[in-house]
């Protein structure tokens, strides 16, 4: 079967850098997506990865290693208003997207 | 603004009853779908539309319709509602285009809650 994992919730401290994880097993690969959503709100495009290597966007990263089914989203200076879940959706042979359950993260002072 | 719209943002239903779900965007993407967020799990897709006048079933589409009349509006319908169906539903869309970043503009969601 298909499957995304990535860890529930993280904690971090503003200021700092946190690194979310998510590992993949799908049927093809074509992408991977970081979605942002605060809580009560739509999800939000963040990053896009198909080749291995890290792409960077301000404060987020993002990177991929597809030979080990993996990839992270790195947030840089924390701020409070990071406090979200994030999610990893992996787009399959079909260009269907498979979607990890999300990973809450907490940001405190 | 353009975006995506979804109506309504909450209701309360007694199962049994039919409910439909709307949702229009002024983008004109090609593709729309309709997921379903459950606690714990990933967005699963509902029913899906790759450009008007045509509609396929996603990864959970028993007990819901769609139909996709012209290219802005996308409805979800739940012909007899069951408790099982609580959930908080979302429309997206995208431009369509198999291969590159296919990427989802969502609107806010729609809060259903079946008695």
């Known amino acids: 079967g298909q499957n995304i994992d990535q860890p529930t919730e993280m904690t971090a401290t503003e200021g700092a850098i946190v690194q979310i994880n998510c590992t993949y097993q799908t049927s093809g690969f074509n992408g991977l997506f970081w979605y942002q959503q605060h809580a009560g709100e739509a999800p939000t495009f963040l990053s896009y990865n198909v080749l291995d290597g890290l792409e960077e966007k301000g404060r987020f990263s993002s990177f991929l290693s597809r030979s080990k089914g993996y990839s992270y989203l790195l947030l840089k200076e924390l701020q409070m208003k990071d406090s979200a879940s994030y999610l990893c959706?992996?787009?399959?042979?079909?260009?269907?997207?498979?979607w990890g359950a999300g990973t809450k993260l907490i940001i405190k002072p | 603004i353009a975006g995506i719209t979804q109506a309504p943002t909450s209701q309360i239903l007694a199962a049994g009853r039919r409910m439909t779900l709307r949702c229009t965007q002024d983008m004109r993407h090609n593709a729309m779908y309709w997921y379903r967020q459950d606690l714990g799990l990933g967005l699963r897709l509902i029913h899906y539309s790759n450009t008007a006048g045509t509609t396929g079933k996603g990864e959970v589409p028993d007990g819901y319709s769609v139909s996709r009349a012209n290219t802005d509006d996308f409805p979800l319908t739940l012909a007899s509602a069951v408790p099982s169906q609580t959930s908080v539903y979302f429309c997206a869309s995208s431009q369509g285009s198999p291969g590159g970043a296919n990427v989802l503009t969502f609107g806010a969601g729609s809060r259903l809650t079946v008695l």
């Open positions: 959706a992996v787009a399959d042979s079909n260009y269907q997207l498979i």
